[in-house]
């Protein structure tokens, strides 16, 4: 009786893209894979399950790739913030201190480094 099985809602990185974006798009959905993410992000510490683990991962890797695909520096800086963000909410230092060295822009490197002062060492 699979018709009244309930499926799990598909999680926003996971939904294909129907075709090439644009930057003001791509950032868009970093920032919805963000948001979506955060939460697992919290759930995704050393003593989590597997697969809040991994999910995280998906999440994070998704909107990287989506990141590299930019070509406004700006956009994909703030962009890459968001990322970060995300990454330190998981606890996923190695990661968050790659990207922090990949963001150009000074004022926002900056604004970083204040919030989360462990990337700096």
Not at 34 to 41: D, E, F, K, L, S
Not at 63 to 80: F, N, P, T, W, Y
Not at 83 to 94: G, T, W
Request: glycine fraction near 4%.
């Amino acid at each position: 009786m699979r018709w009244f099985a309930r499926r799990e809602p598909a999680d926003v990185w996971d939904e294909p893209v129907g075709g090439p974006i644009g930057d003001i798009e791509a950032a868009d959905r970093i920032r919805n894979i963000c948001q979506a993410a955060r939460t697992i992000a919290e759930a995704a510490g050393a003593s989590a399950p597997a697969s809040t683990r991994e999910r995280y991962e998906r999440a994070a890797r998704t909107a990287m790739e989506i990141a590299m695909k930019i070509s406004d520096d700006l956009m994909r800086d703030d962009a890459v913030r968001r990322i970060v963000d995300l990454c330190m909410k998981a606890e996923d230092l190695k990661t968050a201190q790659i990207l922090s060295r990949a963001i150009q822009a000074g004022w926002i490197r900056e604004a970083v480094l204040r919030d989360y002062p462990t990337l700096s060492q």
